[in-house]
């Protein structure tokens, strides 16, 4: 049993690290009070570009060339959810229909560039990130196997971007401005606060994430676009809900799904688990959040102008 | 003059969705005109392919359907693929288990269809009106169900020799009729258009001339007030999403034991996703829902042809789409474009 759960625990944790980076984007997004469905394609975006610069840049520049790769990913995202932003923010569009819309034109217009450039509609990275044991760490017993072998580079950055997001969250002026913006947009105008700036930021900040996810979706387990991000987008959004808009228990519930899904992926080898039917394993996550959801929706801590428009003409 | 804006509406976002479409062949340095011409030309050029669009369109229609239902309720549900794959696996599973003949088979089949997408309908409806779960994500998490269950479902009862498919639809069990398939010369063209067109007009009747439509329009345009004016809210949200749920899964019947011949697995039926964007085109009227159909239904099968002629990816189709719902969801500008153009004729008379 204890060789089982050492054994996926590191494949768990790469699995949960960019649902973290984008429920991360989801809890800005959010917390300023716009929600964002078109997390998926967003990372759609972050994963294609990536592919794109780390195909074309590897001969010259090695690993760098992942780093660079990871950033523009992240720029990318950044970029394409100012579409969201415009539409949800400044033209008062159903911001669930927005998020839509993102979502498609993502897969569509990714694939679309992909075919042009490979005929396939494929791009495959030779390289990606090499996990690695933490030094001295790793040779913790118990803690050591489960959390400090076989690591990507990408698990110690998103977790330090977590803790930045806690941080800016909730221990600086733009955090507490933004957290009104999504609670009370009316009074925060009052207040003196551009609704209509701090809601950008949140959504760009979301942008960011997400597309620095679909990044490290490809330098980690994936190493090949494409097309889709098998619907971890849209897992992200459950887990942000499910970890009640909240940085801990945004990481738990990723951790969560993280964990399930690599259980589900590995059944066939390990087996005190291939016993249990396929679709069972499979099909877990998915009951579970919405198990989770009748439990916790009723005494949800969400945003409460999540999702609505703000009209400053509108009291 | 609501219609009149709501066409002005689509038309805007249709053309700015095909401009969009023709910036991005310039940019991969194709001829717009020529790409175009040949996408047209690939869904109507001739009767089989005007069979193939209609093909199309008829899936296209009964999803769009199902979610121009739940946004008139005020519901935005996403799950119109995990639910046209229940009414498929269902159609699938009664098509190749039972042996009737051609007409009570067929009923069986779209009876059965419309229980399980409505099942699957319900589910959300239920979960939402009884304890305010979000009906985004549980639809979405629900397509994921569907998707495994049909993956693991179909190789283990009903594959043939591949283990990624099922077994072929028997004759007597497909929606595809012969006179019909002789009138399209062979195309995929089946006995869903008039399932298609059935659907559209009672969900007219129910929509505009019932107590049932009445009531769950009344939700959808403002809940509280409903509901002190005595309407069952929680009921109306569950009854909304189970029958688009049902229109869904009719929707998987007349493509998977009609335009198809068998069930593929690992595929999330992309109907579902377009269907949002037939619904907001439409402005979530029956008649919108039709017509839009059968313009994406054109994009659809014209996009193979065009990539055979140009080169020019398919996914262009879909690009087009996707843009076009992103206009149509900005359609505020066009609402205020309308409404200036509108006062400045007034002024000028």
């Not at chain 2, 689509?10 to 023709?22: D, K, P, Q, R, W």
């Not at chain 2, 269902?90 to 288990?97: H, K, N, V, Y």
């Not at chain 2, 190789?155 to 007597?172: G, H």
């Not at chain 2, 403002?222 to 189970?242: T, W, Y």
Request: aromatic share 12%.
């Amino acid at each position: 049993m204890w060789d089982i759960i050492s054994g996926i625990f590191p494949y768990a944790i790469a699995y949960t690290i960019p649902l973290l980076a984008a429920a991360l984007g989801g809890f800005f997004s959010e917390r300023g009070g716009v929600v964002n469905i078109g997390l998926e394609g967003l990372m759609v975006i972050g994963n294609f570009v990536c592919a794109v610069v780390i195909s074309r840049l590897q001969p010259k520049l090695g690993t760098g060339a992942i780093w660079l790769g990871l950033a523009m990913a992240a720029a990318a995202g950044l970029v394409f959810s100012v579409l969201h932003a415009f539409a949800s923010i400044s033209l008062c569009a159903n911001q669930v229909i927005s998020g839509t819309a993102i979502n498609m034109v993502a897969s569509a217009l990714t694939v679309f560039l992909a075919r042009t450039m490979t005929g396939s509609g494929n791009v495959r990275i030779t390289l990606g990130f090499i996990p690695f044991d933490v030094p001295l760490l790793s040779a913790i017993p118990i803690l050591g196997p489960l959390f400090f072998t076989k690591t990507y580079a990408t698990t110690w950055l998103m977790l330090a971007i977590l803790a930045l997001s806690w941080f800016v969250m909730y221990k600086t002026r733009f955090g507490l401005r933004l957290r009104a913006c999504g609670e009370h947009p009316h009074a925060a105008d009052a207040a003196g606060i551009n609704v209509y700036r701090m809601r950008y930021a949140g959504v760009l900040i979301s942008g960011a994430l997400a597309g620095l996810s679909g990044g490290a979706i490809l330098v980690t387990f994936s190493g090949e676009f494409n097309g889709t991000v098998a619907g971890l987008g849209f897992l992200a959004l459950a887990a942000l809900i499910f970890g009640n808009w909240k940085p801990l228990g945004i990481l738990g519930a990723t951790f969560f799904f993280g964990f399930a899904a690599t259980l589900a992926n590995v059944s066939q080898v390990v087996p005190a688990v291939s016993k249990i039917p396929g679709l069972v394993l499979k099909a877990f996550p998915y009951v579970v959040t919405i198990l989770a959801l009748v439990f916790f929706s009723k005494t949800t801590q969400a945003p409460k102008a999540d999702g609505e428009i703000y009209d400053a003409g509108k009291r | 003059m609501k219609g009149l804006k709501d066409l002005f509406t689509a038309l805007a976002a249709v053309i700015l969705g095909l401009l969009a479409g023709a910036v991005l062949m310039l940019a991969i340095g194709a001829n717009p005109l020529e790409g175009f011409s040949y996408l047209f030309r690939g869904g109507l050029m001739n009767i089989e392919r005007i069979g193939n669009t209609l093909a199309t369109a008829t899936t296209l229609t009964l999803t769009g359907l199902a979610m121009a239902f739940a946004f008139r309720t005020g519901l935005f549900s996403i799950g119109a693929s995990g639910q046209m794959l229940m009414g498929g696996l269902a159609a699938t599973a009664i098509g190749l288990s039972l042996q009737l003949p051609k007409w009570e088979m067929l009923t069986i089949i779209l009876i059965a269809s419309m229980l399980a997408g409505a099942i699957w309908g319900f589910i959300p409806g239920y979960l939402k009106a009884r304890f305010n779960v979000h009906e985004v994500v549980s639809t979405i998490m629900l397509n994921w169900v569907a998707y495994w269950t049909v993956y693991y479902t179909v190789p283990a009862y009903f594959k043939a020799k591949l283990e990624t498919e099922s077994a072929r639809i028997p004759d007597f069990a497909s929606l595809k009729v012969p006179w019909l398939t002789e009138i399209f010369k062979g195309s995929f063209i089946n006995l869903g258009v008039f399932v298609a067109l059935g659907a559209a007009i009672v969900i007219a009747i129910v929509l505009n001339r019932t107590v049932l439509g009445y009531e769950l329009k009344a939700v959808g345009f403002n809940r509280h007030a409903a509901e002190f004016a005595g309407i069952n809210v929680p009921k109306n949200m569950a009854l909304s999403l189970g029958i688009s749920g049902a229109l869904a899964g009719l929707g998987g019947a007349t493509y998977y034991v009609g335009y198809a011949v068998n069930m593929q697995i690992g595929v999330l039926p992309s109907q579902g996703m377009d269907a949002i964007a037939v619904a907001l085109l439409g402005a979530n009227s029956p008649t919108g829902v039709v017509l839009a159909s059968l313009f994406f239904g054109v994009l659809h099968s014209g996009k193979g042809f065009m990539n055979a002629m140009t080169g020019i990816p398919p996914e262009i189709g879909d690009t087009i789409i996707a843009i076009i719902i992103y206009f149509a969801a900005t359609s505020v500008l066009f609402t205020r474009l309308f409404d200036g153009l509108k006062a400045k004729l007034r002024r000028k008379q």
